[in-house]
């Protein structure tokens, strides 16, 4: 299932890449975790790098690509909860301004006893100049009956953009 969402996902946006213009973009957020592991965790760092095709002039839709890891507490034994997170991601503009974001993929654990699991992450943008923006999202990783929730606030650098000015 998971190989075949995948697959999905790229022929999507290799048909997608033939007529729409796009753009590279990489961030990085800090947030505290929530959910059912927040117990166990303290701090939390995500950083992404995706490519969003424009298919209309207020919405895009791309692949996205991360590193999530949780600080397990001092007071437990055991590695730091980390994730490699593939995921669709589409964004809504919904003025000059703000934008709506939400991610849906898979979380690869990459951390020892964790399985992975499906990833999803609600988002809202602030352009805070024509290359940079404010991200504030919540990134959940569910994983059988046990979800890693975190509330992140970041920057998100519009590379292509940047790359044109």
Known sequence: MKKLFLFAVVAVFAI??????????ASISGGIPTGDLADFTTFAIAVDLGYLFELSEDFSLGPVLGFNTSFLDSDFDGDNISFLPIAASGRLNVSDDFTLGADIGYGVGISDGNDGGVYYSPSVLYGLTESLDLILAYRAFRENNSTLGQITLGLVIVISAAMEE
């Open 16 to 25: 997608n890449s033939t007529n729409a213009q796009g753009q590279l973009n």
